[in-house]
Structures are given as C-alpha cells and as structure tokens.
Nanobody, 125 residues
Framework: VQLQASGGGLVQAGGSLRLSCVAS????????IAWFRQAPGKEREFVTT????????IYADSVKGRFTISRDIAKSTVYLQMNSLKPEDTAVYYC???????????????????WGQGTLVTVSS
C-alpha cells in the first residue's frame, strides 16, 4: 500500500482544513486507514481511524466533535475534515494503513505497517 497525504497549510485558530490521503493498493478490503500527528518535540499520537469495510471510526478524545474522518471508496481516498482548529493541533499529520488489525489495537501506531509522508498543519493563534 502506498499512501499520499495532502492538504496541510496555515490556518487561524477556529478555522478549518481538509486533509486527503490517497491510497494505492490492489485492494483496501480489510484495511483501516488512520491519521496520526506529531507536534514539534512530542511523540506521534493517534488522531482517528476508519475501517475500509463498514466505515467504523475511532477518534482521540482531543479531536472528538471537531474532526471527522471519511472515505471515498471509488477514489480510494480518506479525508480528515478538521474544524474549530486550535494552536495545539499544529503538527505534521500522517496517514497510515493497517491490514486486518483488531479493533482494540487501532489506536496504536505499531498496528500500522504503511505510512505516507506527512503534511504540515499550522494553526496560528
């Protein structure tokens, strides 16, 4: 699986951005596609994930109610709609893919064997 993330940029606090992750694979059936982020000087953290089959989602508490993950099956693309952005959302955002990971492990970066390049999101105060 190859992943290509895009859509990052500079936005003021309270604003919105939409990230895209295009996945190239023979099939994405059975995969989960996630977004992680890494702020300067901090460890990479889980943001959200979506199961390709069925669309089940999981969100980190820090983004619940503000971020929405979705997928377009025809385009093999996962989106991250980010609203009400805060300065603490500033980070490099990565999309990642996990094959046949169990539900309880989907928040762990170690479950994801495929990673895209990051896209930088900067939220100014």
């Amino acid at each position: 699986v190859q992943l290509q993330a895009s859509g990052g940029g500079l936005v003021q606090a309270g604003g919105s951005l939409r990230l895209s992750c295009v996945a190239s694979a023979r099939t994405l059936s059975g995969y989960a596609i996630a977004w992680f982020r890494q702020a300067p000087g901090k460890e990479r953290e889980f943001v959200t994930t979506i199961r390709w089959n069925g669309g089940t989602t999981i969100y980190a508490d820090s983004v619940k109610g503000r971020f929405t993950i979705s997928r377009d099956i025809a385009k093999s693309t996962v989106y991250l709609q980010m609203n009400s952005l805060k300065p603490e959302d500033t980070a490099v955002y990565y999309c990642a893919a996990a094959a046949r990971a169990i539900y309880s492990s989907l928040g762990a970066s170690s479950s994801y064997g495929y990673w895209g390049q990051g896209t930088l999101v900067t939220v100014s105060s």
